[in-house]
């Protein structure tokens, strides 16, 4: 396998990865016993009126794991794209020789 290829792989791999790590849902786990949707790390699908009824903490709690969510997706997902796409410039300079 070549060093392009390789580098294709993992980065398809990092680019999938950190997909998969933003647009994941969250829930937070109330005293009650039910889950509370947080959303995902970008916000879609975070109710806030909804998490305010149960407890105004757990608009807090929410947005804290949205935001460790955040903290590890957008550098994988980054990582991924940058190794896709210097694999891709790598490629066209090696046939243009």
């Known amino acids: 396998m070549s060093v392009r290829t390789f580098a294709v792989v993992v980065g398809l791999a990092f680019l999938l990865g950190g997909g998969a790590i933003l647009f994941v849902a969250l829930a937070v786990e109330a005293p009650s016993g039910s889950l509370i949707p947080c959303g995902n790390a970008l916000g879609i699908g975070f109710d806030e009126p909804a998490a305010s009824a149960v407890s105004p ?16 997706g957008a550098p ?7 190794l896709l796409l210097g694999s891709s410039v790598g490629a066209r300079r090696a046939t243009r020789r």
């Open 57 to 72: 903490a757990f608009v807090d709690i929410c947005a804290d794991l949205r935001h460790r969510r955040l903290l590890w």
């Open 76 to 82: 994988v997902a980054g990582l991924g794209a940058l």
